[in-house]
């Protein structure tokens, strides 16, 4: 059973580049959150997703980032025109999400963006 | 609102030294509490959890008290090796489907033989 999956691990994108990161969650997983970690940050939770439903987008810039999780595929998260300020490990998580506690969240091994 | 707030690191050890992590949270009604670990260039592995008061979690030596009454969550081994060395995290979330984590901003381990 393979674990989440995310790809690419590194990434190098130019200013005012797209970055597009992706994330395949664990088998039987239909839940999906990305979070941000800054240099000597802890990890920011962005955006929760089920399938083809935005859930919470509380922790999205408002500009430039958007996510999906299409019925089939990988959840994409997107960064438009990026800058320095994006350069992060993204980290993707995924989790039964059934019955009342938030069962365990099993994440990938994140993508490192570096914006030059 | 909801946080968590860790002591700050580095953490530097020499093996079999006693290891304490504190961690503290501020949150409404009764989260669960979590330590993740992560080793260097790799994600977030569940170390430990606890889903309500005086609960304790454990796995590979580390252990955790929910405790309530001091809204606190300290990691603690008894003997560290080497290969512990990582950065801690303590996070909560609470017990509802899909309610994501919310982290503190980890304490970095280093040990020494």
């Known amino acids: 059973n393979a674990g989440v999956m995310q790809n690419p691990r590194h990434l190098v994108r130019r200013r005012g580049q797209e970055a597009r990161l992706r994330c395949s969650p664990m088998?039987?997983?239909?839940?999906v959150y990305w979070y941000r970690q800054l240099p000597e940050e802890g990890l920011k939770f962005m955006v929760y997703?089920?399938?083809?439903?935005?859930?919470?987008e509380s922790g999205m810039p408002k500009e430039r980032f958007s996510a999906e999780f299409p019925k089939e595929g990988p959840s994409i998260l997107r960064i438009q025109q990026v800058v320095r300020g994006d350069s992060a490990a993204y980290f993707c998580?995924?989790?039964?999400?059934?019955?009342?506690?938030?069962?365990?969240?099993?994440f990938g091994q994140g993508t490192r963006l570096t914006v030059v | 609102g909801n946080s968590v707030t860790q002591m700050e690191g580095p953490v530097t050890l020499s093996e079999e030294a006693f290891l304490t992590i504190n961690c503290t949270y501020t949150?409404?009604?009764?989260?669960?509490l979590f330590w993740y670990v992560q080793y260097p260039g790799e994600g977030l592995q569940l170390l430990l959890k606890?889903?309500?008061?005086?609960d304790k979690g454990s796995n590979k030596g580390f252990e955790a008290t929910y405790r309530k009454e001091t809204t606190s969550f300290h990691l603690e081994k008894g003997s560290v090796q080497v290969s512990d060395s990582a950065v801690y995290f303590c996070?909560?979330?609470?017990?509802?489907?899909?309610?994501?984590?919310?982290f503190g901003k980890g304490t970095t381990l280093s040990v020494s033989s």
């Open positions: 996070a909560l979330t609470y017990n509802q489907a899909g309610t994501a984590l919310i």
């Open positions: 997703l089920q399938k083809e439903n935005i859930i919470d």
């Open positions: 088998k039987g997983h239909s839940h």
């Open positions: 949150a409404t009604g009764y989260p669960s």
């Open positions: 606890a889903t309500k008061a005086d």
């Open positions: 998580a995924s989790s039964r999400g059934t019955g009342k506690v938030n069962t365990e969240a099993f």
